[in-house]
Every structure is written in C-alpha cells, then in structure tokens.
C-alpha cells in the first residue's frame, strides 16, 4: 500500500521544480525545503553499483567533513594508562578501561563514536552484537582503532562521518544543518562524493554511483545529476 503523504509534504513537492540538480543547486534549493521547528538535518543518499557479499566491495570509511555535521559528538575512548590521558587531554568524553567495557555490558551506549586502542580490540569482541548494529564498533578502515587518539578524538569532534554501505549498496549520511549556508552544504556533500569515488573497487562494473539525492529530515527529495557526482575525483 502506497504510503500516503500530508498536505504540508504536498506543498514542498510543488517547490522542487526540476527532474533532476546539480550539487551545487540541491544545496540551494533544499534549504527552501524546511517545514519543521528544529533544525533539520540535511541527507545524502547515494545508491552504489557494488555487491557488499564481494570484500572487495565492501565501501566502508570515514570522512572529515570541512565544516562539521553540525552535531555535538560525545567520544568515548577504550584505553588505559598514556593512551588513555591522552585521550583525556584530547578532549573524549568517557575514556577508560573497565567503566568504559562496563557501560556497554550494561547497555549503556551514550555516546556518539567508540575508538579504541589496538591492545583493547580483544576485550570488545564479545560486545559486537551490541555495538555492531549501531555502528559502534572501532574500525581500523574509520579510524578508530588506533594508537594516535588524539588525532582520531580530533576527527570525531570536527565533523568526522563513518559510513558504510548496506546489502544493497546504498549510503546515507547526514552532511549537516538546514542551518548551515548553501556553500557550506555544498562543500561538505562534494567532500564526502569525492571521498567515495576515490574508493571505486576495480571489480566494480557499470555506473558506480547509480542514484543521489538530497533531502532533509522531514522533507522530499532532490535528485542528483549522476554524471556530474562522477566527476568529484
């Protein structure tokens, strides 16, 4: 059953007035697409012509976007002794050995970005079913399995993004705030495009980036000029 929309939703359609934006006019436009109170989140979908069942294929990373998410990152640092003061003096949130294991054997996972020292990986293994469906577990591909803390404690606080694709091949981000300027949008969504164009696999076969759109929280969305997303190298 098709899913019905309302009237304000119907309104923001009239407003999309092309089949298809370049980046720099969906940054643009999609501002005009705000309706709710808060301060909305702008979208970036990305379906890629990649088979994830292939490692080869597997597009997974970590992108520091120019001028953040917009988002406040709580960091949480698995570590002990010199790593973990100087996770500390990086500015983490929650840095430690057993109360950080503790929280997530409770349950407890308030916090944005888990990075961990390589020495601390084998403590976590346990805890995958916990931290995997939230993408929460460190990643050496995102950076946040690493002996430089205070570099990754860096990286999350100013913007980073971790992605990675689904079954089918699709990615979606956040790129930042309705808020934000059209040019600072426009900066952000060109980095993280070209980011993942860098990544095609060899084995990848036909169109890589088959779909875009951008969108907001509560909003339609905008198609992307695919032809022009490939040129982001």
């Known amino acids: 059953m098709a899913k019905k929309h309302g009237k304000r939703y119907a309104e923001l359609l009239k407003k999309i007035d092309k089949d298809e934006y370049s980046l ?7 501002k005009d697409l705000k309706s709710a109170k808060f301060d909305e989140t702008v979208e970036l979908a990305l379906k ?3 088979d994830p ?4 294929q597997m597009i997974r990373g970590s992108v520091v976007l120019p001028n953040g998410t917009g988002k406040t990152v709580k960091v949480a640092v698995l570590a002990k002794g010199d790593k973990a003061e100087e996770a500390k003096a990086a500015g983490a949130d929650i840095v430690g050995e057993e109360e950080v294991l503790d929280m997530i054997k409770e349950g407890n996972l308030d916090f944005d970005i888990l990075i961990a020292t390589p020495d601390m990986m084998g403590k976590l293994g346990k805890f995958g079913r916990v931290l995997g469906p939230k993408g929460l ?3 050496p591909k995102t950076g946040t399995v690493t002996m430089d803390v205070t570099k990754a404690v860096n990286n999350a606080k100013a913007g980073q993004v971790n992605f990675r694709v689904d079954k089918k091949g ?3 981000v956040g790129i930042g705030k309705v808020s ?3 040019d600072k949008l426009y900066e952000n969504a060109k980095a993280f495009i070209t980011k993942i164009n860098k990544m095609k696999p060899a084995s990848a076969k036909g169109r890589y980036i088959q779909n875009g759109a951008l969108s907001l929280t509560m909003s339609p969305s905008l198609k992307l000029d695919v032809n022009e997303l490939a040129e982001y190298k």
């Open 53 to 56: 069942r292939h490692a080869d």
């Open 48 to 50: 890629l012509g990649v």
């Open 137 to 139: 577990m460190p990643n």
């Open 24 to 30: 720099e006019e969906a940054a643009n436009k999609v």
């Open 180 to 182: 934000f300027d059209a």
């Open 170 to 172: 699709n990615l979606h």
